[in-house]
């Protein structure tokens, strides 16, 4: 299977494949044209099983958002602070703190 190209809209900060573009070659959410679509630095971008994306090297806030993703049925806002790589706090919903 040939791989997919990405690239990374550097106006709304969508990550895009090829076929994701719309007709024209534009970021479908904010219509930044092909030529200013930067390259995917992300690394090799594959699917793999949901029970499989807790394992993977994630931010700590990650697992927190894919855990309240994986939950919560209703709508949540979520506040990560990071001082560097680590995770300083985790509000959910303005008031409860995770860790
Ligand atoms: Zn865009």
Redesign the pocket.
């Known amino acids: 299977m040939p791989e997919k190209k990405y690239f990374r809209?550097p106006?709304?900060g969508?990550i895009l494949s090829e076929d994701q573009l719309t007709p024209e070659g534009q970021?479908p959410?904010?219509l930044?044209p092909k030529e200013d679509l930067i390259p995917c630095d992300e690394g090799d971008l594959t699917w793999l099983p949901k029970e499989e994306l807790l394992t993977k090297n994630l931010w700590e806030g990650d697992k927190i958002f894919l855990r309240l993703l994986d939950t919560r049925d209703s709508f949540f806002t979520l506040k990560l602070v990071y001082d560097g790589d680590r995770l300083t706090e985790a509000v959910l919903d303005g008031r409860e703190r995770l860790r």
């Open positions: 809209c106006l709304c969508a970021c959410y904010c930044a």
